[in-house]
Each structure stands twice: as C-alpha cells, then as structure tokens.
C-alpha cells in the first residue's frame, strides 16, 4: 500500500466534483475556518470533510464529533454520508451541541467527578410552563421586576455569558437571577438545554484528565453554524483546542448570525480565524442566486465579499422593486397577492415562492387576512402554529415518508430523497421514544411491523387524510401513553396542542412533510425560519421604517425609537438572509409608512435596507 | 407431473401461513448479477426462478455461485471472507487485482408485499415498486486517491476496499440486511455424523436452548441419574476398581493431586445435562445417528437444520432465511434424492439447488431450471428458461418430455433432436462409424416422439437454455394417396425464423403446385442454415443409398422367410441404383415393418457402427472437397452443406453430422478423411 492518502471510490468521485475552494475545504490538514456564504454549497462541503477525515486521517479507532445546529441537520450529515459509503458507526458522533454535551460528557463522566447522572435530572424545556415559574421564583429573590415572559433571551444571553466567564454586572438584578437560574436548576434536580453544555464546560475546565479522554476519543471536531452557536460552546472548542490539542474544523457565515439575541456573536469564527495555525477558506461560489440578486445582497451588507453566481449560469435573476405609494401594510399585502398571481402565471409552481416577514405584528396580520381573501393555497409556518419536540417531529417524519412511499424510490421532493426517513430508522425512533419513557419494550420485529403499519397502509397515500390518519396513528402507536409517561415535561401538552392545531388549521399531509419535502402551497414564514432554505421566488413586504428594521416603543418616552446598533445589524443580516434565500427572483415591497394596532399611522419613511438596495441598483 | 406441479405453490402458500403466522408475501431471489467474481465476467440472471435448479458440469461454478450470493447474505460469513483476494477475481475479468478491478454481486429480492416486517426492513433499498423490489449491491474496488487516475498496477489487497449498499445506486446501508434474510448454505461435502455428534456444530443445540426441557424435568432427570450413577457405584466390582485406580494415582503423585475417582455415564448437573443429550435414530435408543448410513444422516442433518430455520424465524430472530442446497443427491439414492427434493420444492419457497442429478433435474419444473456453462470466452453464463413463453400445452410436453429420464439433456454439449426410435439408433452408429463419437463429445440424440419441434427449439433456443442443437426429420412429401404435401418442409417452415418465414412458405406452396417436377434440395438447404436437417423422403428409404449391406445383414437375420428377404433386398438395390418409384419404397417400408421397426434399427446400428463406410462414400467425398475448393463468397462450411444436401439422399444426415462436429470438434465431419479443411 503507496503512502497516497486514498479513500473510498464514491467519497473520492464526490470530492473531485467539488468546485477547488470546497475542496480544499474538505481536505486541509489542520485547524480550519470556513467561511460559507449563502448557496455556497456548505453542507456538500462539510459531509466531504467528514468523509475525507473519517477515511483518511484519522486512525480507525477514533472518530469525529460534528456538531450542528438543529438535530435535522446532523441527521443530514448521517444521510448523506451513507450515501457516500461512509458508514463510521461509533467514529462519528453528529449531534446538536446539546446532545453531544450529553453523550460525550455528561453521561460517561458525571459518575466520575462526583455530579448526578443527567439521566436521572428531569428535561426542561424552556418553553415549558415549569422553566418560566422557576425564572419567576429567580426574579422575585433576585429583586429583578421585569417580566419573566419577555426577558427569556436575555437571561439565556446572561447565563451563557457567565458560563463562559465574561465580565458582568455582578450587582444587576438580571445578573442575579441569571445565576440563580442554574443553581435553582440543580438544587432542583433539573437540567435544561443551556444547562447541559455549561455543566459540560465545567467538567471539562476543571478535569484536564477528562478532556484529554474525550480528545482521545475525538481529535477533531467539526462545527457547523458556527456563528450561531453562542459564547459556551465558543469557549469549550476554545478550550479542547488550544489546551489539548483538538483538531477544529469551522463551517460558518459572519453575515447569517441571526440568534444575536442568544449571546452568538458572529465575532466568535472571527476569532477563531484569526488565531496561529488556523487556515481560513471562504467558499466565493454561490450555486443558488443570480448575480443580481447576490450584488444586491452585498449592498445591503454595505461590505464587500467575495461571492459571485456560477460562471455558466446565464440567467442574473431579478430584483423588483415595488414601491406601494401612499399605501399602508394592507396595501403592502394586496401588492403581494397580485405578485404571486403574476408567478404563478409565469410557470412559478406555488411551493417554489415564500413570503417573508420579520415578526408577529401588524406585517402578520395583513398578510394573513389578504391570504384568506386571496385563493391562494398558503402554509403559515408561524414559528409556534405546531409544536416542536421530539415526540412531534417524529409524528412529522412518519407523515413525510407516509406521503412519500417505499424509499428510495417513492419520493416527491424535487430533488432526492434524502430527507425521507426509511421504516427501519423511523421503527427505532419509536423504540427510543418508548424507552424513555419507560414503556414496555417491542420486540424489533414487531416494532417494525407497527411502523409499517402506520406508513404503508395503502388508503394513507397522498390523496389521504390526514386528520384520520394521524387518530390512527396515535392510536396504533399509544402515542398518548408516551407522551404521558415522557421524561421531558410538557410533551402531553405538547401532543394535544398539536393535534388541535392539525385539525384546526386544517394541515394536509403535505404540509406535514413541509419540514422534510416541500409542499404544494406558498410559504409565509419568518425570516429567520428560512434560514437555510431556498425558493425561486422570495417576496420581502413591509419594508417600511419601523417594520423592518423593527423600532421599539419606549414606554418612557411614548413613542417608536431607532433601534440600537446591535438590533439593527440583527435585522440587517436577517434581511441579508432573506433576500439570498431567492434563486431567480426577489421582490421588495416597501412604501413610507405602516399602521399601528390601533389604525394609527407611523410614517418613518422607506425601509433603509430598501434603500440600500435602491441606491445599489440606481449606482448601476 | 405436471398436475402436482400445478398444485404446487398453493401448497407451499398453506405451509408459510402455518410456518410463520404473518400475512404477506415471503421474501425471494428475483435477480443476480455476478461481475468479475471468480468463474464469473458477467452472469445475469433476470429473472431468477423462485425456486432454482442450477445444474452444469464441474468447475463451471455452481458453488461459485453460491458463494458470491453468501458475501451479500450470508451472516455467518466471516468480514475478512469479503474482502477478496487475488483468487477470487475472475481469470477473464479485463482487469485484475492488480491493474483496479470492480467485483460486483447485485440480489434483487421480491415477493413480499404486505409483509409489514419485510417491507420495513427492506425500506431505503426499494428499486421498483411494481412488484415490490429491493436490492442489495456488493462492491468490491480500489480505494481512490483525489484529483489523481487510479493507479494503474501494482495494487494489492490493502488497497481496496468493499460495501454492501441498497437501492438503484446501491448508496443506502444494507450491510444489516443479512442478519434479516440470511442465506444459507448446506455444502456438499458435509461430515453429517461428525457434525452431529459434536454439540457445538450440531444444529440440535440451537432447537433445544430455543426450546429447552422445563427446568423442573431438567432438574428431576439429573437427580435420577445421579441416584442411578449411584446405585451403579454400589455394584463391588466398581469399587474394587475405583480403590486401585485410587491408590495408584496416590503412589504416582502423591497428596498433591486430590483426584477422587469416581465412575458415572452423564453429569448430573442439570445444565449441563442439556447439552448431554443425544439424538437416537430408534426408539429403544441403541443406535445413534453414527449406526445409520450417510444418507440417512444427510437427511436428518437436513431435517434438523430447516427445523433451526423455522425456529429462528418463528422468534422473529431472522425475518425468513433463503436456503441452498449443494446437491442434495449426494449418498442418497434415487427414490430417496426425488422424495427429499420434492418436500423441499413444496416448503422452502425461496430454494436454490446445485446438482449433478438428473433425478433431480428431472423432478424440477422447467422454469426453475438455471443451467451453467462456458461462455464464448471461456467464463461462465447462464441460460435459464424463466424467460421463454410457452403454451400450457407445449409447457406439459416438455416437462413429461424431461420428465421421462431424459433430463440428461440439460448436461449435454449438444443435442441431436429427432421424432423416432429409428434415429435413435442409426444416427449414433452412422457417426461412430464415420469416427465421431456422440457420447464421448457429449452430444445426446433426443427422441421427442412426435413432430412438433417447436418448443423444443424454444427450450434449447438462445432465449432459454442456449444448448447447440441440430434437428433431423423426414421429409414426408407426399400423402398416402400420392398428393404432394411437403410435411417435412412444413414442419421446418414453423422453426424458420420470422423474417424469412413468409417468403418461405411462398415457395413450399409453389414446390407443391411444381410436384414432381422440382426438387426439393433448395428448400432443404435453406431449412438446413436454421439447423433443420430434413431427408428427401423417409430415413429407411433415404439411407438405402449409403447402408444397403447393411440393412440387408440386418433385414435377413430378423425375417425368416426368404421370400420376403429377396423383395427386401430388390427394393434396397432398386433404391440404391437411383429408382424413384414409390412402389420401391412402399415394399421396403412394408418390409421393414414387418420385421418391426425399432428392432429393425437396432440391428441396423450394430451393422454400421462396423461398417467402413468411408470407400462407399469416397465419390461423394470427391464432390464435397470439389465444392469447398471453389472459390465462391460463401464459406467451405456452406459448400459442405450444399453439396451433401444436393448430391445424396441421405447427405442430410451428414450434413446435420457435420454442423454438430464443428459445434462440438471445432472441425467438420470429413477433414479427417479427405483434409477437406473447415476454414
């Protein structure tokens, strides 16, 4: 055997089709930032580097821990590293942050350093009825007087900053409550998600014995989102690496660090850029947008990046200005219908245009009553109309491959079906889920069985219904007793608020599987919800002063105010966002003023996001 | 036959139902593709029967086979068996192991739709959803580097790698599917005794721990035993024996070996009483399997394995197991081979059998039947008949036609296909006399007992089991009032392949309209290239020419009366010097009859196979070389053809003798005699 680094014939044939960038992205030995513009092609990128890692630099008795944002992104990574023929079983550890925390560090070694085992703490979520009367608790010895409803975010910023060690304000009462928070959690017995990796990072602060042992285990990390991910996390990847020796690999974009709110600033993967050793590589292609549309992009950022569209891609794509003159947001709604009746009629298929709006407000509102005057099949993925969890994504995965059929086959999504979980994985799933919550064991075969049950069943095809299905499903699956006897608190809520919502706004299946195959319908969703995606068509209304970016109203002042620096260069890279999520077309609506909740009209001129654009185009 | 046959897969859709208790179907092999695995370049075999004979001679790789459908489903396979080493690459692949071969072994199974637990296991490998099919792919190739050609020599085994995938691209995980539905192979050349009698090889030992003796009676038959071991102690002679043994071993070695003799004939440990028990062949338990002959063994090795598989798969351990037999034939004797092979046709539905054994050949429904031979470039193919369509009809006539012994037709290297007994036996001897020996090369002469060729050219065409063939049949032209009907051309025009079909039947009718005015030579010849070999008139008639001594040695020694043998022997000279007259060739056939026709032949045949029949030939020798040496566009084995087929009655039987000789010999029938070169 030559010294050549060889790998298997698929992962290689996939590595050579990445553009050079990517590549060697994928293959550089050592600490890596990079830096992936939208469309960029990141997840392609990742998985090779996992892949490559995997094959060819690692020794086969230790593995790789990729960490991600959302659990669907780390199955993805799974997903598409099989069909690379990479199949690392125990080398590769893809998780949340949350998750790995738990697996990697918490549950081998809490026993040892004389801390409760997580799996004997209670999960709470912080959505739950349960976390927001302990924050009430903290507030109220804390002396703090804000209500704990409205300052969830900024105690979860507070708690992650203390966790990381950053200077605070010992003596603010938020200050206060923040630290109460974590040890009324313990006292309790508790943990929450926050809690897991800030536990984490003290282990591992404190025992240089165990860092070592999960360096060990994983000489290389690769982070994905990681502006997004938050200053504990920041300071535990610091930690393994320049303490002992973890290989760190990166994958980020500065301009998409949209969970500001959280404590994530995107000078995290900056500093990490800039430090000895670490190579930095940014991915310039982006396989998504016209060129038109990532020039107007770039001027929204007011900075300069590299990113241009692919070399043979003729069509530029378009940006549209509307300008809804003398006109309110219902005006602004109005204008969007007729936009969408104009794409429909151009050939658009109703599921490649997305409506976006920044928050619940009167944006929302409008939009939502011209949507019901209109004819037009939309799916509002307001970001509570159906609850997530763990018990009702699995619901949606059995949903998803329900509508889509025997796999790899029967798929509708446009492009493959990667997305589409087999019976098999969805059987183990529902094993777990039983398991947790303590219910009697099914024998594999018959747990398969069950899931076919529910998926195959050739009446629940796509012309079924769902509101049917979903009874019998619940049924078949005596989903009600696991929900109930769930470790995690609020999932029976959970459950029936979700079966309530389906029935009340009236979900199809494809809607359902919305989250893994696209649906039939026009999308109207947040900004931040459609990060990560892409449509054809990506229509922006309300861009209005106010609107977007948001002002706030100050109570002592009684009236709207600027936002600050900080929450407008939130809103700015939200709006980045938004417009990149378009591949041929973007529009802009926007107008001079909007009206409050009482009919009253704040007229604070055009959206600046807007003009930047306009400024762009006329500079043209 | 083939009324049980059709009662078959109802039968074998009863025992399922009562096997495993699920509803839906069981899980099959419906197709194999084998690239550049040991005998194997590429075989496809599309589609695979639901139960499989695989028959072919040795070393062609019926085990090879086996074994490459072991590396994608077989559990029991060690890892390190799938990574493959230079031997197992196939002589013939364009590369080998060391310049980057690709070895790939795709299954596709089926069948089972509506089978929950089936359709989830097998769910991210689905191909087609019309039938429900899913497919496993193993790959065995080099491992890459990037941005670089794969390197073009000197690759050894650690530069490669192997997966087994699912789906169209075989890029889903299916690695697991093997402990779902594993294959399993019972190998010829088993030591059944030996097996049986040592408890971990026994497959006796997974039926009893899966179902073991209550611990009660486990428990209450180890105390027996201890008190009967006791009892036995008691007996004087025992302990006399156990004392000296005792002192004995205190003088060897003295206090440091506490060894305590005792005498008893099992462990009167309750769990280990398990594994003590043995299988008796006879209820007063005096002869073990090792008393009983090898066949009996095999069978009860065989018994106890499918009893294991039914086991594991009704504690859903295994979703169904896809069982291959190695020739089952092996020290059982015929009866016992048929018996044992139809129980497993009717209970194992997803069956495979390799086997030498016409018995069992001739036992198989046709479309089971997957027969392995070289290839043009000397790898193994396959040709198998569950492609072709036959009517019900035809399909009985074959499957009483193989039926009747005649299976052997399958391990042939080529077939002689004729409508009598008569053929039978002159054609053999004809061959042997003129130095081609049919047996030896391995050529049957297939007695079909009637006429209807037709789907025996389908059976042995190229579409089905592809073994070269030649027809031979009387021309019959005329009817017993004398009208010109052509029956022998007729019969050819059905087996004339479609394009020229039409344009044919064109001229036979005008050949009829012509009667005795036109030859039928030109037809004959032209039914002669779609290996129909057709005789003027009939063969007694048609061989007068060549076998005259013969048939009147023959003749003389069967008829008594010697007025009868002089009108033989008249008409057999008539003919010979040319006569036409069908009052000749009426009287000889009246003859010959008389005499009886089969033993006419026989004796015939033990006639010529003496005969030196190359100086009665040398003038047709002559015309023969004369034609090949001319210099036309048309090939020497076409002017062979040509002239036999013009120039003598019986050269249709030559000429048919010829064709098989350059499929079987490489060289025509005369080269030895006149160097007459086939070039």
Redesign the interface.
Known sequence: MSDQKTVRPVLAAEIEQLNPAQRMAAMHNGDLVVRAGPGSGKTRTLVARVGYLLESEISRYRGVAALTYTRHAAQEIVDRLDRLSVRPGRRLTAGTVHSWCLSAVLRPYSYLVGLPSPDESKLVDDKSGEWITLLQRCFDVAGALENPRYEKAAITRLRRRIAAGYEVQADDPMTQAAILVDRELERRGWIDFDAMVSRSLKIINENPKIARLIVSRYPSLVVDEYQDLGPVLHRLVVTLRDEFDIQVSAFGDVDQAVMGFTGAEPEFLNELSSKDKFETISLPLNYRSGQAIISASQAVLNESRPYQATPDREDLGSIELAYVEDGGLWDHSNAVMEYIDEFLASGFPCHQIAVLYPRKGPLLDALLYAFKQSSHAYVHEGDESLPRSDLTDFIRTCAARTFSGFQPIGSLAEKDASDVATLRGISRRYAELRRKSGLVELESRACDALIAEVCVAASWGSSGDLLSWLSFMVETLELKAVANASNRIGDSEDLKLFLDRCEELEITFEDMSSAAIRAGKVTLTTYHSAKGREWDVVILPGLVEGVMPGWRWNQRMKRFVEPSGRQLSQDRMAFYVGLTRARSSAVLVFGDYWEGKYGYVNRFGISRFARDVIDHMSAQ | MSQRLRTHPLLALGCWIYCSG?SGGRVRISRVLIQNYRNFRKLEINPFPASAVIVGENGVGKSNLLRALRIVLDPDLPESARMLRSEDICDYAEVGLAEGVEVRIEVDLTDFEGN??A???L???????DP?TARITY?F????????ET?ASGL?R??Y?W?V?G??EG???A?YLRRDVPFTVLPALRDAVGDLSRWRDSPLQELLEVRPPSRDSLELAAQRISDAMDELAKAPELSEVSKDLSQRLQLMAGNRLSIEPNFGFASSDADRLLRAIRMFVDSARIRSVADTSTGAANVIYLALLLERLSGRQKT?SI?QSILAVEEPEAHLHPVLQRQVFRYLLKHEPALIVSTHSPNIAAVSRLESLVLLRPGSDGSTVASYTSRIELEERQHQDLERYLDVSRAEILFCSAAILVEGTAEVYVIPALAKSLGFDLDFHGVIVGNISGTDFKPFRTLLGESALAVPHVIVTDGDPTSKKGDYIHLGLRRAAKLIPAPRKAEFDMRIESLISAKDTASSAPLRLEAAEADVFIGPKTLEVDVAGLLHKEMVLAHTELEESTKLRVKFDEAVYALRSGSEESEVQDELLRRVNHVSKGRFAQRLAAHVEEADLASTLVSLISKVHEEAMDAKSESAEERVQRALINYAPYGYLLAALDRVSILVRGHGLFSEFSGVANV
């Open positions: 699920q929950r637990k359709e989830a296991a769910d991210g490998c689905f191909v087609s959803l429900l790959f190739h080099p491992l890459r580097g990037i941005g670089e390197k050894t650690d530069d790698t997966e995938g789906g169209p890029k889903r995980d690695k859903d979703l």
